[in-house]
């Protein structure tokens, strides 16, 4: 049960990310417009759960999470450019840090809630 809420919540943050990059360029709210751009970090993701056998531990910070994080972005961009989609210096930043802040970053808050439940 927890490789499935903790891989949600991966997909989550992605989806996110795809939804709020889309509106902010003010592109069109279609389904297979969202899907075109979400696909490549999806797949990604499912990348970096493989390499790095997320499911093993898929709340850890390291090495499962860094790992599905790295392995995310560079497959997601890795893709995006043989689909012909952009890749813009400015575009890998943001997508670097978002997902970092994102897919880190629950794991942190669950690891720090784990840690205050454990010593209460």
């Known amino acids: 049960m927890r490789r499935v809420i903790a ?34 970090f999806l797949v990604g993701l499912a990348l970096g759960w493989g390499v790095t056998r997320g499911w093993r531990e898929p709340f850890a910070f390291v090495p499962a999470g860094i790992g599905i994080w790295a392995v995310t972005v560079a497959g997601g961009m890795a893709l995006r450019a043989l689909s012909g989609q952009g890749t813009a210096v400015a575009f890998v930043i943001v997508a670097t840090v978002f997902t970092g802040v994102t897919l880190l970053g629950w794991r942190l808050a669950a690891r720090f809630v784990r840690v205050r439940s454990l010593s209460a």
Do not use: K, M, Q
């Open 7 to 40: 891989a949600g919540l991966d997909v989550c943050c992605l989806l996110v990310f795809v939804a709020i990059g889309r509106a902010s360029h003010e592109e069109a709210a279609s389904l297979s417009g969202f899907g075109t751009t979400a696909w490549p």
